[in-house]
């Protein structure tokens, strides 16, 4: 069999040795259920001549519990995306390896929390049931809410890592040529990957810059623009995070980084509030900064 394996590229294994990839699901159960019924009612009381649409009805109705489930799923997806940088369109996401030990505490939080909850509304499942009947009125179906065994399935909380990949080693018997373009194809797929990672780091530079230099502004009256106290620690947070994202080691990413983190350095947002002084010349280091790198 006439088998072809190619060397990876040196900055390939170099980032692949710098980060792993995560994956992280968490869903919760939707409980809505279209009620056609309700819905020929609908178009009977406004005189459609076709079926117009559909009522969804929220299984759940009047009941908290599942909605707060709802929106703390919602927040361990936010986290994920806000610590890791993309990979591809199925879920894979880049985790720098220096990040690891703290993500999987913060992880381990978020999952003790998500299935506490969880349990929490299982337990009480029969009883929200009842308080839904209450609040769905003649819209109230029993036969329409699956057993909590069943509720329970639909929840989930699943976590995947595996290593970045490095070398295009395809060992298919389709020739030299055709394995050489493969081994072409997945380097060209990696490096757009990691341009895309790379990107996104400048984004959420860009987007945190803009973002100072809008709330930081003075007037010629005197009257600061209203921020709230997160304004300064989350670009913080960005600066420390960023040392950890670059894995390509941009020396104009790290030199912007360092100039805001040097900006911030050490300032508090009740001090900026009331001192439009110190906000005029933050932001000016900050437009500064936006103006040297031409984002």
């Known amino acids: 069999m006439n088998t072809q394996v190619f060397e ?69 997806r936010n986290w994920n995306v806000q610590v890791t940088l993309p990979w591809n369109d199925q879920g894979l996401r880049l985790l720098p390896s220096s990040k690891f030990f703290d993500y999987m505490a913060q992880l381990d939080k978020h999952r003790t929390e998500y299935e506490g909850m969880v349990d929490d509304f299982l337990s009480r499942y ?17 036969n329409e809410y699956p057993s909590a065994e069943e509720v329970k399935r639909k929840f989930a909380f699943d976590f995947a890592i595996s290593p970045v990949p490095v070398s295009g080693d395809f060992r298919v018997d389709i020739g030299t040529k055709a394995n050489e373009e493969l081994v072409k194809q997945f380097q060209e797929a990696f490096d757009s990957r990691i341009s895309e990672a790379m990107s996104e780091c400048w984004q959420r530079l860009h987007k945190c810059l803009t973002h100072l230099s809008d709330r930081l502004q003075v007037s010629d009256t005197g009257t600061k623009t209203v921020f709230r106290d997160s304004l300064m620690s989350n670009a913080q947070e960005l600066c420390d995070l960023l040392k950890h994202m670059n894995l390509t080691g941009d020396p104009k990413l790290e030199a912007a980084r360092r100039e805001l983190s040097d900006a911030i350095f050490g300032l508090d947002s009740q001090d900026m ?4 002084d110190m906000r005029t010349e933050v932001k000016s280091k900050v437009d500064e900064i936006l103006s040297k790198f031409q984002f």
């Open 126 to 142: 029969d009883e929200m049931v009842s308080a839904a009947a209450m609040n769905l009125g003649e819209m109230f179906d029993r």
């Open 8 to 76: 990876p590229q040196s900055e390939h294994i170099s980032i692949a040795s710098s980060a792993m990839l995560i994956e992280l699901s968490v869903k919760a159960w939707g409980a809505s259920k279209t009620d056609r019924k309700v819905s020929e009612e609908v178009d009977i009381a406004k005189k459609t001549q076709a079926r117009a649409g559909k009522y969804e009805k929220d299984l759940m109705a009047g009941t908290r519990l599942l909605h707060e489930i709802t929106k703390c799923a919602a927040r361990i």
């Open 273 to 276: 509030r009331h001192d439009a």
